[in-house]
């Protein structure tokens, strides 16, 4: 299953999808970020910092969404502003590929040629494993604030419809569920690569892992959002 099912439709999509999906993983990223090179200054498509590695390291993202493949003219490009600016390496996004030179002057280079489909499956397991545990932090917050405010509201608790101290217990065990889930793939992605042939029943009605991950993430809202309305309503107006 793919991270995302959208495809950029121009040059702003690509770099500002590059960049959400590189912010997914957990990395800093800036967009259009000038930096200081040895000839002079350059502005960068998007600029990521990987502060999740030991030393961490720093890599440049040149986006192109030509109708044509990229050449070697502009591997040769990166290359000389990666050496100049004492980034890590460097990766070059193409929407429709790259001419047989370009592939050539990236070997033995530190310089990556990707296309759109190359680049989501190569940061897949680090956006997978990012999403998990974003998800897992989420529930147990939410988890934490059901059991907290039962003790601390609770005789406003005791005042509340059937329905609503019926949903509490049921969002207090979907939390612990959500995170039981999360803990296991955060460990081994390879877990949910494995059932690919039997695919997960969480994740057999959604075209891509985005699209799941969405609808968790509104579950969380409107569970949030829930325990606020019931418990801190008149505390907050």
């Avoid at 680090?126 to 005789?155: G, H, T």
Wanted: hydrophobic share 35%; with cysteine.
């Amino acid at each position: 299953m793919r991270i995302t099912n959208k495809i950029p439709e121009n040059w702003v999509e690509l770099q500002n999808s590059v960049a959400r999906i590189f912010t997914e993983c957990g990395f800093d990223v800036q967009v259009e970020k000038k930096i200081k090179t040895a000839r002079g200054e350059v502005e960068i498509d998007v600029y990521v910092i990987d502060n999740t590695s030991i030393p961490k390291s720093v890599f440049i993202c040149e986006c192109k969404n030509w109708a044509t493949s990229v050449p070697q003219e502009k591997v040769h490009a990166l290359h000389s502003v990666v050496q100049n600016s004492g980034a890590n390496f460097g990766l070059l996004i193409s929407k429709n590929g790259f001419q047989s030179g370009a592939y050539g002057a990236s070997e033995n280079t530190n310089i990556s040629l990707l296309k759109w489909e190359e680049f989501l499956e190569v940061y897949k397991d680090k956006w997978l494993r990012n999403k998990f545990r974003s998800l897992c932090y989420l529930f147990k917050e939410l988890r934490e604030s059901i059991s907290v405010n039962r003790c601390r509201y609770e005789e406003k608790y005791k005042l509340l419809s059937e329905d609503d101290q019926e949903r509490c217990i049921e969002l207090k065990g979907y939390c612990a569920g959500v995170r039981s889930l999360c803990n296991e793939f955060m460990g081994n992605i390879s877990l949910l690569y494995s059932r690919q042939e039997n695919e997960p029943r969480f994740l057999s009605e959604y075209s891509c892992y985005e699209d799941y991950f969405n609808s968790i993430e509104k579950d969380y809202m409107e569970g949030k959002n829930f325990i606020q309305r019931i418990f801190m309503s008149d505390l907050l107006e």
